[in-house]
């Protein structure tokens, strides 16, 4: 009958019709995948080299902005270029045989340079591989060459021959140190037990030298203070034999300072001339 459905004939139509929209639904897809695939951006403080599928690494940096790929066969990787802080604490013995407790801070980054050897021998995590070995190292070699007075007085000396060792050694990975500094020094509780303990010790020492000085001092100022009361008790001594009227004067001195002391004073009181040392006439009697 003219008017039956007939589903092969459906079915062909649409094989004639949807064959060219099936490719050209895939070559979007595949065209959509390829531009979102050939571009990446490097953001601002790094860098990125290129891995390819047949040739390995290449030796070709590439700075912030936006960089083109062949899709499957390229892929980026991107290294931070920028200082970035790693903080050590290692336990070693100082020349004295003290166990010492140092922390050190240091601002590392890689050489840009060398990004691709760094990829190939280290790879990106090449910091946490490297710093923690080498900083223990070099901490362990220093801190040797000094007892633990130096350790603490020669701080400044101590930690600049550290930056010297370090920047050296980590040059021998491609990696470099902007900074490098001693954030914490400690020593064992029984080594400081023993150094406040010696400091007590030297404060009682300079005390009791202090003690002695000083009673040589009070030594000192009571002879000069008797030999002078003997020369004084001398001189006035000769001074009477030679001159009788002295005791006089002496007197008259010892009565003058009594009475302005009594005529400072708010009691008023009337003295005699014996009370005042002025019986003058009673010397001659």
Known sequence: MAGRFDPRQLFQRVAQTGAPLVAGGAVLAGGAYMASNMVYTVDAGHMAIK??????????????????????FERPIVFDVRARPHTMTSLTGS??????NISLRALCKPDV???????RSLGADYDEKVLPSIINEVLKSVVAQ???????????????MIRQRLVQRA???NILLDDVAITHLSFSPEYEKAVESKQVAQQQAERARYLVLKAQEEKKRTIIYAEGEQKSAQMIG?????????????????????SQ???RSNNRMVLST??????LMGGKQ
Do not use: C
């Open 238 to 258: 000769d001074a009477i034999k030679q001159n009788p009227g002295f005791i006089e004067l002496r007197r008259i001195s010892v009565a003058k300072d009594i």
């Open 261 to 263: 002391m009594l005529a």
């Open 274 to 279: 014996e009370s005042l040392l002025l019986n």
């Open 95 to 100: 020349r004295d045989l003290q166990m010492v």
């Open 171 to 173: 040059k021998d990975f």
């Open 146 to 160: 000094y007892n633990a007075a130096q350790l603490i007085m020669q701080r400044e000396l101590v930690s600049r």
């Open 113 to 119: 340079q060398k990004l691709p050897e760094i990829y």
């Open 51 to 72: 891995y390819h599928r047949l040739s390995g690494v290449g030796n070709i940096t590439f700075r912030e902005g936006v960089h083109f790929l062949l899709p499957w």
